[in-house]
């Protein structure tokens, strides 16, 4: 989707973002090994980088994957996501089972429906690992894709059918299958590739769901479903509330408002000081009183929404999913420069050289790092490269990393997944109305135009102009948030 020139201006910029918060979290490295006597801290070598990030991250964090999996029954994940694709794209998932044959008995299938309740897609699911016959990680693929030409009487379209492949802990013991977190932002990953496929309106088969794209373009639906495993979905009410009846007391419990111990119902919402109706749920009655409240916002949550023991029902305690919110953007300026290492520059010749980033830092931890994470980007190969000349193919791969320009697709896939989601939060995340509107937008352009119109006028007929890598940076904590700015 993106020109050679549009691609050397991101790597520009992403590491110019990123190189000062690159530099601080090897000085975090450093200061923590450190602080745990460790020989090496003095000159950390790549290894040393992994174990002592990995070592970071519990210290700081404390998140155990493995803990975490009571909260993320596999049965409520799917509930929770078959939901938010029916607010954001107007479709209803229904069981079908026995309608295909299927290839083991775990196998679920799926048909999707509009909201006339008319078919517009199918779908396998397999989710257990099955270690003695299936590869393992999470992939979707075709069965067979959306045509016209293929359909049985060819005047009507064949619809897409798809599978969805996991590797979750079966049942056992008479436990549900639980879900890692990690696992959970998997599933919606490739979820979002299956959408591709089965919302897709173009009946040329050669031009339905993901064909005839490019691969920055076929990441974009599942990165941004991946964005919305973290959204908070509550009634947030901030301190200053304060009732103008003197017998009546006035609190705050997990997103409620009480009164005079009874909870009560918001009929209107609450923003700087307002009359409200409060309904007494037992009287039946209302009852206008004034209420001094700072900020009262729906944020919605499918993270929360999703997250629930599955024993007691208990919500993911607050302080975890905050740390899991935070350790989203843990070393990400480091995990940028993972992928973008060196600068683009040109001589007086127009002739391009790589620079290293880290090329004025002397100091040996990043001197390592730099060796760590030295991958040039794959541009030469296949711009620069002139056939006859000095370098032969195989010269030029010696020196450049193979999938390099795998890893530019998926990072100016981040742009594109970033800065689609940041649509809704301008929107306001609150406003349901809203972000079902902003749903059938992205819908109608990125899921349903496949390779039938080019993937960067698809972008900018969803969102008005063409991307822009603010977005990730913010989510990266790199540039202030849109609440922060």
């Avoid at 989203?328 to 520059?345: K, M, P």
């Avoid at 080019?454 to 948030?481: A, C, M, T």
């Amino acid at each position: 989707m993106a020109t050679v020139d549009k691609a050397e201006e991101l790597i520009e910029e992403l590491c110019n973002a990123c190189r000062g918060s690159a530099i601080q979290d090897m000085e975090d490295l450093e200061i923590f090994a450190k602080g745990h006597n460790a020989v090496e801290a003095n000159q950390l070598r790549h290894w040393d980088i992994n174990f002592w990030s990995e070592r970071l991250r519990e210290s700081r964090y404390d998140i155990n994957d493995e803990e975490l999996r009571a909260f993320f029954p596999m049965s409520r994940v799917i509930d929770g996501l078959f939901s938010l694709a029916k607010m954001l794209f107007a479709i209803n998932i229904y069981p079908a089972d026995g309608l295909a044959p299927v290839w083991n008995n775990d196998v679920r299938f799926y048909c999707v429906k509009n909201l006339s309740d008319v078919p517009i897609a199918y779908f396998y699911f397999d989710p257990y690992s099955r270690p003695s016959g299936k590869r393992s990680g999470a992939w979707v693929d075709l069965v067979v894709g959306r045509s016209r030409i293929l359909s049985r009487d060819a005047t009507s379209c064949r619809l897409p059918v798809v599978h969805i492949v996991c590797n979750q802990t079966p049942p056992l013991a008479g436990k549900p299958s639980l879900m890692t977190f990690r696992e959970v932002e998997a599933l919606f990953h490739e979820f979002g590739h299956a959408l591709q496929h089965m919302l897709t309106i173009q009946d040329e088969g050669l031009v339905s769901g993901i064909k005839g794209i490019e691969w920055d373009a076929v990441e974009l639906p599942s990165q941004f479903m991946e964005h919305w495993c973290y959204q908070r979905e509550k009634d947030v009410i901030e301190e200053g509330l304060k009732s103008t009846s003197p017998d009546v007391l006035l609190t705050q419990n997990a997103g409620k408002l009480s009164l005079s111990s009874k909870e009560i119902q918001l009929e209107s919402s609450i923003n700087s000081i307002l009359a409200v109706n409060l309904y007494l749920s037992q009287k039946g009655t209302f009852k206008c009183i004034t209420v001094t409240a700072y900020n009262l916002v729906k944020v919605r949550d499918t993270l929360m929404s999703i997250a629930k023991h599955y024993k007691t029902g208990e919500s993911l305690p607050e302080e975890i999913c905050l740390k899991l919110l935070a350790a989203r953007t843990f070393r990400a300026g480091s995990e940028l420069l993972r992928q973008d290492c060196n600068c683009v520059e040109r001589d007086d010749s127009g002739a391009v050289s790589h620079v290293p980033i880290f090329k004025s830092v002397s100091h040996a931890p990043f001197s390592s790092l730099s060796l760590k994470i030295r991958r040039y980007v794959d541009l030469e190969l296949h711009t620069k490269y002139v056939p006859g000349g000095l370098e032969s193919v195989y010269e030029i791969d010696q020196r450049v990393d193979t999938y390099a320009a795998g890893y530019y697709c998926y990072q100016w896939a981040e742009v594109l997944a970033a800065d689609a989601f940041s649509a809704f939060e301008e929107a306001g995340l609150n406003n349901e109305k809203v972000v079902k509107q902003i749903g059938i937008k992205f819908r109608e352009t990125v899921l349903a135009l496949g390779g039938g119109k080019s993937p960067l006028q698809v972008f900018i007929d969803f969102r008005g102009r063409e991307p822009s890598p603010e977005p990730l940076l913010r989510y990266y904590g790199l540039k202030p948030s849109l609440a922060a700015a």
